[in-house]
């Protein structure tokens, strides 16, 4: 499939994701579009924050969609859509911390019950955190914070594992610079 800025797309004003009846079918619409975009685009920064916003456009309930890199055992801040966001979080330490040193999807219904939470914007009441792997290694993560309590669901976390895995090939070559 190529991208075709004139088709509806899971982010086009003209595609609502409210009328997706089903979670996968917006995940696989979205992962298709995404594909379709970063498909021969050499960038890793343009596709990196091409994938930012069309998860931040397409996802409802969102206030912020970005991925942080990992560089030795900081997380650093990478293109995203929101709130300006913290810049550098230890390995280990919030959500984002948390999944990138576990290497395992870690999904938050309340943060105010997560001990440690890193809090970059006061509205977020829940987050979902994946992390993106590479060559057997965790490069970086993708973070989605929505102001609802309890957002994600086992759907969302399998939708973004699919998305993480179609953009690892950027994230890891933006984080070491290719």
Not at 45 to 56: D, F, Q
Not at 159 to 165: K, P, Q, R, T, V
Request: with cysteine; charged share 20%.
């Amino acid at each position: 499939m190529v991208h075709d800025p004139a088709r509806a797309t899971p982010w086009s004003d003209t595609t609502s994701t409210e009328s997706a009846a089903d979670k996968r079918t917006l995940y696989r619409d979205l992962q298709q579009e995404l594909a379709a975009l970063i498909d021969g685009e050499s960038d890793p920064l343009a596709n990196v924050a091409n994938a930012a916003a069309a998860i931040y456009h397409t996802l409802p309930a969102l206030n912020w969609v970005g991925f942080y890199l990992l560089r030795g055992d900081i997380l650093v801040l990478g293109p995203f859509q929101g709130r300006p966001a913290c810049v550098r979080i230890p390995l280990g330490r919030g959500v984002c911390g948390t999944a990138a040193a576990s290497g395992q999807t870690v999904v938050v219904a309340d943060v105010a019950a997560f001990p440690g939470h890193i809090s970059c914007d006061s509205r977020s009441r829940s987050e979902l955190v994946v992390p993106v792997r590479w060559n057997g290694g965790v490069v970086g993560v993708l973070d989605l914070d929505s102001p609802v309590t309890s957002r994600f669901d086992a759907a969302d976390r399998a939708g973004c594992e699919a998305l993480a895995a179609l953009i690892a090939g950027s994230i890891a070559n933006l984080r070491d610079g290719s």
